[in-house]
């Protein structure tokens, strides 16, 4: 679990597999604020002497990174022990010499000991809201503020230890997302009898104040092996050490013991991932290798990862899908979903085609992008909400233009949906003679000149899938 088992020992493993060495001048390593509701860094143990304002996180821009181009993006987690600033250290990660060939971005954000969840609190479910952080607020951000190819192909989270919990835990849950997942040396499956007591020596934590009881609905709801089926259209790369040193590789004397303990006992949990994840149908890769638990091992794991391919094709939106959560709100294949009250077991939802089915107790607002969806009381079966609803509304200016005269007419473009209004993009305008599109904004801009005599003249604005409006315009000598 990162170096937490080794607390008070120098962080400096001795890089024997891959010896610290000059970063490629063209990579560029910043560090950016990632603001939170969720998580407050003043409520939480963060590692290191540092106690910031706001959440951190490194990203690495590749070679060739302009701020036009494109490229696809990394999510790389820490351990129990590390902090954001872990990966990118020479003698820890040396991210900018391991993922040199990499060619994507690479964002490495802060989780104390949070162990990437909505700790249960004894039921609150929050203080912190470490998944929460991740998923509605920092995965936007990243996407806000850099330039990331679009589709699931390009987007890949990986971790280690703690962190290779959390890459396959956020993966369950933002399936759409992810298209491939990778965990080194991970905590993955934490409802075994040994993982209370290991949790309180290695991560210093108490196992119920983040999972709850350990039979319980949420310790389930927070398991990536007893969620794996989430995965279906994603692809896994698993790979963990057997708990002892190779040969040639020279660790701190304590991961030689410690380390190779922890190691030792996450074996099995990663074994118990990958069965989980193949009889689900899961496109699975399982590397099992000798090693402990420290850094010239999790550098060899990110430069195998690499090798077997981070963004290599997947199903962009599959029509057959299982999606089973905890979370009071969140998105499964573009649907977001809103439960009145925070579910009181496990929820799933399951696309068969045209259909979509819930599993579960509580009442949920489903909708996706477009606003189009339902509400509904579980358990329900009901036709998958349509791409497009609501009505077009039309906003021109000026609305008044005289016979003869070019003007420049301008759409503002929306769409209503239950009195919540859309951006309306791509909508195709007409007058007179002329024809638009709408921009991104739902803006588009027509050069008109009318002739006859004054009158009103109507425009026709259409969009697939909504009924077709005819805003007039009045035309004056």
Same mark, same amino acid.
């Given at each position: ?24 001048? #063209? ?59 872990? =990966? ?5 990660? %040396?991210? @900018? ?20 969840? !909505? ?10 809201? =470490? ?9 936007? @951000? ?13 987007? /890949?989270?990986?971790? *280690? &230890? ?17 298209? &491939? ?33 350990? %039979? ?14 989430? *995965? ?13 040193? #190779? ?6 004397? /304590? ?38 638990? %420290? ?25 057959? =899908? ?18 009145? #009250? ?7 939802? #399951?696309?068969?085609? !045209?259909?979509?089915?819930? @599993? ?17 009381? *579980?358990?329900? %079966? ?30 503002? *473009? ?25 921009? &991104? ?37």
């Amino acid at each position: 679990m990162g170096k937490g088992w080794r607390l008070g020992v120098a962080g400096a493993a001795v890089a024997v597999l891959f010896g610290a060495a000059p970063a490629a001048a #063209e990579q560029k390593l910043i560090t950016v604020g990632t603001p939170s509701a969720n998580v407050d860094p003043s409520r939480v143990r963060l590692n290191g002497n540092e106690q910031p304002k706001r959440l951190r996180a490194n990203v690495l821009l590749p070679d060739g990174y302009d701020g036009e181009r494109r490229f696809p993006v990394l999510f790389l987690l820490h351990g129990v022990g590390d902090t954001f600033a872990s =990966w990118a250290k020479p003698e820890l990660g %040396d991210v @900018q010499r391991t993922a040199q060939e990499l060619g994507a971005i690479v964002v490495m954000p802060e989780a104390g000991r949070g162990f990437y969840t !909505n700790w249960f609190n004894e039921g609150r479910r929050g203080d912190p809201g =470490w998944e929460r952080f991740y998923l509605d607020e920092l995965v936007p @951000q990243i996407e806000r503020d850099f330039r990331v190819l679009p589709g699931r192909s390009n987007h /890949a989270i990986a971790g *280690l &230890s703690m962190g290779g919990f959390g890459a396959a835990w956020l993966g369950t849950q933002l399936p759409g997302y992810f298209g &491939s997942v990778a965990a080194f040396s991970g905590f993955v499956q934490h409802q075994r009898p040994e993982v209370e007591a290991g949790l309180r020596a290695v991560g210093e934590v108490e196992y119920t104040d983040v999972f709850g009881p350990m %039979d319980g609905f949420y310790a389930t709801g927070h398991n990536p092996t007893r969620l794996a089926e989430n *995965l279906r259209h994603a692809r896994l790369y698993v790979t963990v050490g057997h708990g002892k040193a #190779e040969p040639g590789v020279m660790s701190a004397p /304590a991961a030689l013991v410690g380390g190779g303990a922890v190691e030792a006992g996450l074996r099995p949990q990663s074994e118990e991932l990958v069965a989980a994840a193949r009889a689900a149908g899961v496109d699975t890769t399982y590397v099992p290798l000798a090693g402990v638990h %420290d850094w010239p091992y999790w550098r060899r794991h990110l430069r195998d990862a690499i090798a077997w391919g981070f963004f290599r094709p997947v199903s962009a939106a599959p029509r057959d =899908w299982t999606y089973r959560t905890v979370a009071q709100s969140g998105e499964a294949w573009g649907l977001r979903y809103r439960f009145a #009250e925070p579910p009181p077991a496990i929820a799933t939802l #399951e696309r068969q085609d !045209n259909r979509l089915s819930g @599993q579960g107790a509580g009442r949920v607002r489903i909708e996706n992008a477009a606003g189009c969806g339902f509400e509904a009381t *579980l358990p329900f %079966d009901r036709a998958f909400p349509r791409l497009t609803c609501g009505r077009i509304r039309v906003r021109v200016a000026p609305r008044r233009i005289r016979v003869g005269r070019t003007t420049r007419v301008r759409f503002r *473009l929306t769409r209503v949906v239950e009195g919540r209004r859309f951006v309306l993009g791509g909508a195709r305008v007409r007058l007179g003679g002329r024809r638009a599109r709408a921009n &991104s904004r739902g803006r588009a801009v027509l050069r008109y000149r009318p002739r006859g005599k004054p009158g009103r003249r109507r425009a026709r604005v259409s969009a697939p899938g909504l009924r077709t409006v005819r805003p007039a315009i009045r035309v004056v000598r």
